[in-house]
Each structure stands twice: as structure tokens, then as C-alpha cells.
């Protein structure tokens, strides 16, 4: 079977061909750099899912799980739907200029990797911002590019279905399995137990939660289906991880399992 695809977790955005200009903290009309944000745009510290993006006036509907976070130093990640990405951010008063500067690299469908290089076109450049309740929009200047957000709430640990979308190891990041399909997810109930499927069976096991510390107390239950052999392979990763004690990070509606080797996974927050 073919290998899933290694990736530095960020590399170079190669999509683009502007270069991004010197970060700086100098404030004044078409001065704002990297790290200032302007209170006339209050989007610092904000999270939005992405529902749709325009670009040369055509739109296209946004995959489940693209999002975008605007951080408090000027910077903004996301996911397109596959990919996640990286940009420096200056807001002047209802203008949000985007330079786009890292992405990973985990193959895509052709759908979504035609929804990924729209979004990165759109988001991009002097952007005009309109927030109205729950909606915030963003406008090329002449209106032919933009994209339509939506607020996103956060996602608690448990009573989450968290979808597994990526495997880690050290500090990089691979895509799962090719034709391993969407299946593998899980879900960490008040109850104190953790079920879900692996990729092709699933399972059920008692887990722990202790500060920062996620354990999964086996062995865990499991049905005995016999799958295609991708989909076999990400369940005995999935299976061997999800053994013991693992450090969990939970950043919004994303979650990071580790080992102490350092392997692990991501999962999304299913919608």
C-alpha cells in the first residue's frame, strides 16, 4: 500500500509569489505591520469557521472543518478543510491585510484541493471587514475575491467526537493511510469511558483524565471485522497509541494525543 505522505508540520507556502514585507510596530495609514491590530476591526483572539469563498466571483462552499483563528500577536491559522496554514495579519480601522506565509502539505481530494487554493487566493491581500453579529465577511476591494465566516464555538474534551485527521511523530506530521477512508474517531464520555471506531473496528475502553494526562486503561473492547488492509494498518497505529498514558493539548476545537516517544495524533472536532 502506499505510505501516507511526511510533512515538516510547516513549510513555505509556495503558492504565492509577493513576499511578505518586514514585520514592524510602526502605526499610521497603510503602516500597520505584523503584531498591531487596530481596535476598528475587533477580530484578535477570535475563532470563525469558513463557509464559503470567492474568488474572481465565483463561489465555492467551504469542506467541513474549515476554520480560521485570528491570535492576539498579529498572527492568524487555520485549516482548509485538509491543510493547515499560517499568515501575519494588520488591521487599520475595517481593513485586514493578509499575508499567507506557511501550509502544510498532506495530500488533499481534488475537491478539496481545489477549495484549498481558492481559499488561499481569497485570503490574501487588503481585505475589507464586515462584522455583523455571528457573520463576518471580508471583500477584495473590487468584490470579485472574499470569504464568509461564521463564530465558532470551542469544543470540551469529553462529549466531543473528535475525528482523527492526521498522525504525528517528533515534530512532524503525516496524513493518515491512503484509502484508510474517514472513519476512525472517538468520543470521551462524562462516564468515564472512551469509544469510537479505529479505522475499521470499533471499541470501547475505560479512560483517565488527570491534568494534562489522558489514560486509556485496556485492554480496550473491540469488534472483530475484518477491513481493507489501509484501513487495518491505521487501526493497529491507532490501536498501539491509544495504550497508556498520552499528554493532551486542547486548542479550541482541536486535539493533540502524544506519547512520550512523542507519537501521536490530531482529531478534529467533528461538526
Known sequence: ???????????????????????????????????????????????????????????????????VEFKEDGRAQGNTGCNHFGATVAVNGDTLTVTQNEITEIGCPGDRQRFEKDLIKAFSGPLKGTIKGERFTLASADGRNGLELSSEPGAPLRGTTWKVDSLL??????????????????VIGEDGRVSGN??????????????????????????????????????????????????????????TLTDSSGEGLTATAAP
Not at 501516507?4 to 514585507?21: D, E, F, G, I, K
Request: net charge neutral; with cysteine; hydrophobic share 40%.
Open 1 to 67: 500500500m502506499p505510505k501516507p505522505r511526511v510533512l515538516a508540520v510547516l513549510v513555505p507556502l509556495l503558492l504565492l509569489s509577493a513576499t511578505a514585507t518586514a514585520c514592524g510596530t510602526e502605526q499610521g495609514p497603510g503602516a500597520a505591520g505584523a503584531g498591531t491590530v487596530d481596535p476598528g476591526l475587533p477580530v484578535s483572539g477570535t475563532h470563525w469557521s469558513i463557509k464559503a469563498v470567492t474568488v474572481d466571483g465565483s463561489k465555492s462552499t467551504a469542506p467541513a472543518g474549515a476554520r
Open 169 to 186: 511523530s517528533g515534530t512532524t506530521a503525516s496524513s493518515l493511510p491512503a484509502g484508510s477512508g474517514s472513519k476512525a474517531r472517538f
Open 198 to 255: 479505529l479505522g475499521c473496528n470499533n471499541f470501547s475502553a475505560t479512560v483517565r483524565v488527570d491534568g494534562t494526562t489522558l489514560t486509556v486503561e485496556g485492554p480496550a473492547a473491540t469488534t472483530r471485522m475484518m477491513c481493507a488492509s489501509a484501513e487495518m494498518e491505521l487501526e493497529t497505529k491507532l490501536y498501539e497509541l491509544l495504550d497508556g498514558p498520552l499528554t493532551y493539548r486542547l486548542d479550541h476545537r482541536t486535539l
